[in-house]
């Protein structure tokens, strides 16, 4: 792609009301993204959907400008792209009609040889869920799978950790620009998830965190894989809305189903009943929705029983061995190292597999 194509998409994604479906639609009518703003106002109203409104505002010079500044921070932060047309965008994606149109990306991330599928949950996620997810993602690793998920608290940082963990590639969709982490305590994951994949996002370097770019990202962890699962859910949430985007791309959606008092539950059991999601108890519930029966293309090898550990990692998990769990404030006193310290090293700890993180700051060991 050449930077006037470029240049012509960013100028329609700036366009007011012209959406990624609409887009599409402008871009298959007029032969290329730069003969959009080209035609004449009448060709534009012949087609369907397309009123004065959009046709207005392509006539716009304001877009090219706008474009032009999001085309600069591109070059000079080496952002990559992907446009809807190109070899590099995602194969699943590609048949979502609201899919981007263009997407940035960070890290290394390869996934269109390799079955992807998209784990989600509650940001309030409970310890059995997240055991449950873990080991979920450690089963099914021997199929060398990708795992997508949103980078958000709770469930979907599980799931990367347990990507990473089982050395498997994973993909944390943004809701905002693809240079700004959010939230900021999960900047220690970022250059790990990197080195391991990577990040999706269709949001530009400027976009205001908004609560509607989290459910708008939500279609891009839906339409990236075969299969999403969630793990616990309330009866509402942005897991529910990407259980559904899922449904309707008809792709295969499995929840964990639970007790009807568990508020974490109420969400999965009603994908359930709505037959919405099927039944996921096991690893073995994926592989079979999924036909996964060929030979594994990843051996998984078992967890080593002895890490090697420096001698401010040992002095800081026997804190945590003493009392099971403890709080980070607490840890770091005992152990005779800063707070920032001492959330480093416990991170350091949580990669190599013996202790885990709780909420209320509080770490266990494994």
């Known amino acids: ?29 007029c032969g290329s993204p730069q003969a959009v703003f080209t035609v004449s106002k009448r060709e534009l109203y012949s087609i369907e959907g397309i009123g004065s409104y959009v046709a207005q ?3 716009n010079d304001s877009l090219f400008k706008q474009a032009e500044n999001e085309l600069s921070f591109i070059r000079k932060n080496n952002i990559q792209y992907h446009y809807f047309e190109d070899a590099s965008y995602p194969f ?31 940001r309030r996620a409970t310890q059995r869920g997240v055991a449950f997810c873990e080991e979920l993602v450690t089963q099914l690793a021997p199929f060398n799978p990708i795992i997508v998920s949103g980078f958000a608290y709770g469930m979907d940082i599980a799931a990367h950790k347990a990507a990473i963990e089982n050395k498997l590639q994973t993909v944390g969709c943004l809701a905002h620009g693809i240079q700004k982490c959010y939230p900021s ?39 990236l894989s075969s299969a999403t699962l969630v793990i616990e859910s309330d009866q509402k949430g942005g897991s529910l809305i990407t259980a559904n985007l ?27 009943k709505a037959q919405k999601a099927h039944v996921l108890t096991s690893a073995e519930d994926v592989i079979l929705q999924l036909n996964w029966q060929q030979k594994p293309t990843q051996t ?12 401010q990692e040992r002095s800081v998990l026997q804190v945590v061995q003493e ?30 597999g013996v202790v885990r993180p709780l909420p209320g700051k509080l770490y266990e060991a494994i």
């Open 92 to 122: 699943a994606l590609k048949h979502c009609v609201d899919g981007p149109i263009l997407m940035f990306s960070s890290g290394n991330i390869a996934i269109n040889h390799q079955p992807i599928l998209s784990i989600v949950g509650t």
């Open 185 to 223: 305590s999960h900047k220690k994951y970022r250059s790990i998830i990197e080195n391991n994949g990577g990040f999706f996002s269709d949001f530009w370097s400027d976009a205001p965190f908004d609560k509607s770019n989290f459910l708008k990202r939500n279609r891009i962890i839906a339409g």
């Open 323 to 352: 009392t099971g769990k403890e709080q980070l404030d607490y840890i770091a006193l005992k152990s005779n190292q800063s707070i920032s310290q001492t959330a480093s090293l416990l991170f350091a700890l949580e990669m190599k």
């Open 57 to 59: 505002a392509l006539s």
């Open 1 to 29: 792609m050449n930077e006037d194509e470029l240049l012509a998409i960013l100028a329609l994604q700036a366009a007011p009301g012209v959406g990624d479906r609409t887009a599409k639609k402008l871009i298959a009518f």
């Open 246 to 272: 899922a449904f309707d791309y008809n792709r295969i959606v499995m929840a964990v189903p639970g007790r009807p008092a568990d508020a974490m539950s109420k969400g999965c059991n009603d994908l359930i």
């Open 300 to 311: 998984h090898t078992q967890k080593k029983l002895f890490v090697e550990l420096t001698d």
